[in-house]
Antibody
Framework: EVQLVESGGGLVQPGGSLRLSCAAS????????MDWVRQAPGKGLEWVGR??????????EYAASVKGRFSISRDDSKNSLYLQMNSLKTEDTAVYYC??????????????WGQGTLVTVSS | DIQLTQSPSFLSASVGDRVTITCRASQGISSDLAWYQQKPGKAPKVLIY???TLQSGVPSRFSGSGSGTEFTLTISSLQPEDFATYYC?????????FGQGTRLEIK
């Protein structure tokens, strides 16, 4: 059974940093692209960024709203995905979901999601 | 960036109804569209990908169609468990974007 379990959320002051983790199990983690998607309270879904697999040199993509502040990494030996968030703003307050991206005909969609972890940026 | 606009934003319907949600892209995205269902307090769940391919395990009352800039998600006969919020998502180019959501409520 595929499982994605996020951790590391919490309350942080504006300008602060936080590192989210996602523990994956039930599939060959190293084969897959992995993404972070967030959802502000009462709002819609916003894609945060992606890290590709080793075969694609672990390259990354980011939304403009987080580029230069957030960094995605992975440790395939630990089946883990990370989101390092720096210079946090109040508008980064959201539930952050770890997602598995499945590649079909050269395009991806998100077939598994974690339960999410809440990040609150407030003074 | 490719903008996705869903209509309607809110839909009230009854069990057994046939409902259709539309997603319009600001530029052509071929068939690179997925649909998700989200229930309160839960993570989204993929229903349809590549515009019309049903994800494994999803009931056949859900169907998707369209290509280019206009797409639809149809639920042929609403069941009580279908009342949720639905999102489209384009996977044609970066940044990946979602529609604003359609909230489907019981009439």
């Amino acid at each position: 059974e595929v499982q994605l379990v996020e951790s590391g959320g919490g309350l942080v002051q504006p300008g602060g940093s936080l590192r989210l983790s996602c523990a994956a199990s039930g599939f060959t983690f190293s084969d897959h692209y992995m993404d972070w998607v967030r959802q502000a309270p009462g709002k819609g879904l916003e894609w945060v960024g992606r890290i590709r697999n080793k075969a694609n040199s672990y390259t990354t993509e980011y939304a403009a709203s987080v580029k230069g502040r957030f960094s995605i990494s992975r440790d395939d030996s630990k089946n883990s995905l990370y989101l390092q968030m720096n210079s946090l703003k109040t508008e980064d307050t959201a539930v952050y979901y770890c997602t598995r991206a499945i590649l079909v005909a050269g395009r991806t969609h998100f077939d598994y999601w974690g339960q999410g972890t809440l990040v609150t940026v407030s003074s | 960036d490719i903008q996705l606009t869903q209509s309607p934003s809110f839909l009230s319907a009854s069990v057994g109804d046939r409902v259709t949600i539309t997603c319009r892209a600001s530029q052509g995205i071929s068939s690179d569209l997925a649909w998700y269902q989200q229930k309160p307090g839960k993570a989204p769940k993929v229903l349809i990908y590549a515009a019309s391919t049903l994800q494994s395990g999803v009931p056949s009352r859900f169907s998707g169609s369209g290509s280019g800039t206009e797409f639809t998600l149809t639920i042929s006969s609403l069941q009580p468990e279908d009342f949720a919020t639905y999102y489209c998502q384009q996977r044609n180019s970066y940044p990946i974007t979602f529609g604003q959501g359609t909230r489907l409520e019981i009439k």
